[in-house]
């Protein structure tokens, strides 16, 4: 570190920052993204910044200048520092601080950039899970017919007599899942709010004849602009770049596998992405999901790019 940078690193106390510290952090969101040319957080994390009671947010400030922000919840921890601050130890000190919060916090690093590994091998961490984001032309090449087999119903979301069996079965699909399980009425409130929410773009899949929700699939449209400032992107947005769509949640009830209702709602989902005219469609799924990775490869997905989580050895 030179002599002539001085930082300090320290706790945001009372809950959500100032606005003036919750502005200085969300312009470094936007310069790290312009620079890295992916976001250094995820959507929950970035939600995270000013919402949320058990959130531990951390600063690293040179006087009275905002340089880098880490924030630690459900043991996943998620930092950036502004780009013209790197390579002077801030990194490293907020995530060495945000690994101290609790006994086996793991940190993301998404797109796992040189910057990222750097820090990791100076704290002596390793890759513990990683996520890969994969991606398809909108058009080519062509997509399956949506063919709905006998006694399932499919349509899109009517509003919110369907959130209670929305949510049952998000719950149940993912129960393992860190970010996705354990959703509330207020996750499913919260992003039927955001201004990219579109009830066309949600498909259910029911038993015929019942409310009985089987599966369901939630696209998401990503506008230019979200690209550019990740104000409120479930993922990261990769830089400046033309609205994308995404396959942001398919979710079976694991008391329905095996009916094909994965590739159905994916199909139907992609259809309607297809169908808004956008250049790009990209998802995300676990790296060691082979079966899934198989599937949307077959689809037409490829790699684009992988974000990693990083622990402190056992």
């Known amino acids: 570190?030179?002599?002539?940078?001085?930082?300090?690193?320290?706790?945001?106390?009372?809950?959500?920052?100032?606005?003036?510290?919750?502005?200085?952090?969300?312009?470094?969101?936007?310069?790290?993204?312009?620079?890295?040319?992916?976001?250094?957080?995820?959507?929950?994390?970035?939600?995270?910044?000013?919402?949320?009671?058990?959130?531990?947010?951390?600063?690293?400030?040179?006087?009275?200048?905002?340089?880098?922000?880490?924030?630690?919840?459900?043991?996943?921890?998620?930092?950036?520092?502004?780009?013209?601050?790197?390579?002077?130890?801030?990194?490293?000190?907020?995530?060495?601080?945000?690994?101290?919060?609790?006994?086996?916090?793991?940190?993301?690093?998404?797109?796992?950039?040189?910057?990222?590994?750097?820090?990791?091998?100076?704290?002596?961490?390793?890759?513990?899970?990683?996520?890969?984001?994969?991606?398809?032309?909108?058009?080519?090449?062509?997509?399956?017919?949506?063919?709905?087999?006998?006694?399932?119903?499919?349509r899109t979301y009517r509003g919110h007599q369907d959130d209670a069996e929305l949510l049952r079965v998000n719950n149940a699909a993912f129960s393992w899942h860190p970010e996705q399980g354990g959703w509330t009425d207020r996750d499913i409130a919260s992003r039927r709010d955001e201004s990219w929410f579109d009830p066309a773009g949600l498909f259910l899949a029911f038993e015929e004849g019942s409310d009985r929700l089987l599966g369901f699939h939630w696209t998401k449209v990503h506008s230019a602009q979200d690209r550019v400032v990740p104000q409120a992107p479930l993922l990261p947005a990769e830089g400046v770049e033309p609205a994308i769509g995404e396959v942001y949640v398919v979710g079976i009830d694991p008391q329905s596998q095996g009916r094909g209702l994965g590739r159905v709602l994916t199909l139907a989902g992609l259809h309607y992405l297809r169908n808004r005219e956008l250049g790009q469609i990209m998802l995300y799924v676990e790296a060691d999901n082979t079966a899934a990775v198989h599937t949307y490869t077959k689809l037409g997905f490829e790699k684009y790019h992988v974000d990693a989580a990083y622990a402190r050895n056992v």
């Open 1 to 154: 570190m030179s002599s002539d940078f001085a930082y300090g690193v320290h706790s945001i106390d009372g809950g959500a920052p100032s606005s003036h510290v919750s502005h200085e952090i969300h312009r470094i969101l936007s310069r790290a993204t312009e620079v890295d040319g992916t976001a250094p957080l995820s959507e929950q994390a970035v939600k995270a910044v000013d919402d949320g009671d058990e959130v531990v947010r951390l600063v690293a400030t040179e006087g009275d200048r905002v340089v880098g922000y880490v924030g630690i919840a459900d043991g996943m921890a998620e930092a950036v520092v502004d780009p013209p601050s790197r390579g002077r130890g801030v990194g490293s000190e907020l995530v060495s601080r945000a690994l101290d919060v609790a006994s086996g916090t793991r940190v993301w690093a998404h797109g796992n950039l040189p910057a990222a590994q750097s820090v990791a091998a100076r704290l002596g961490l390793t890759v513990v899970r990683e996520l890969l984001q994969m991606r398809r032309a909108a058009a080519h090449p062509d997509l399956p017919d949506v063919v709905v087999p006998d006694g399932i119903t499919l």
